[in-house]
């Protein structure tokens, strides 16, 4: 569980990174440009390392921010291949590797975790 939700975290992080380059913010059309866009992702990352702290020790906490950061993955997704389709944004190979990486491995991360949540 914890390599599973790893990697679907670096691969969340690494969108996020090109998501700065491509100024998401604009695409999006987000308020706040840089500051709101960053802002909001002290939240984030923080949930995230938490997260990996907690899905070591197999809490039921560890669990549920896993199944939320496995739901991240499937977003860029989303939000880039569905909703917001812009030609020239996250359509190079290394971007769609990442995007579809992170379907993968957020459905997987998802699965894994909803299976160790005891009822």
């Known amino acids: 569980m914890t390599l ?6 670096v691969l969340l992080l690494l969108h996020e990174i090109e998501s700065a380059y491509a100024k998401e913010w604009e695409i999006l059309k987000l308020p706040g440009r840089i500051t709101f866009f960053l802002l909001l992702h002290i939240p984030i990352i923080f949930v ?17 921010i896993a199944i939320l950061a496995g739901i991240g993955g499937s977003v860029p997704f989303l939000v880039h291949k569905v909703i917001v389709r812009r030609e020239g ?4 190979t290394i971007s769609n590797s990442i995007i579809y990486l992170n379907l993968l491995t957020g459905l997987i991360t998802v ?8 009822c």
């Open 111 to 118: 699965i894994i975790a909803a299976g160790l949540i005891k």
């Open 89 to 92: 944004y996250f359509d190079s």
């Open 4 to 9: 599973v939700y790893i990697i679907n975290a």
């Open 48 to 64: 995230l390392f938490i997260g990996l702290l907690e899905v070591e020790k197999l809490t039921w906490w560890g669990a549920l």
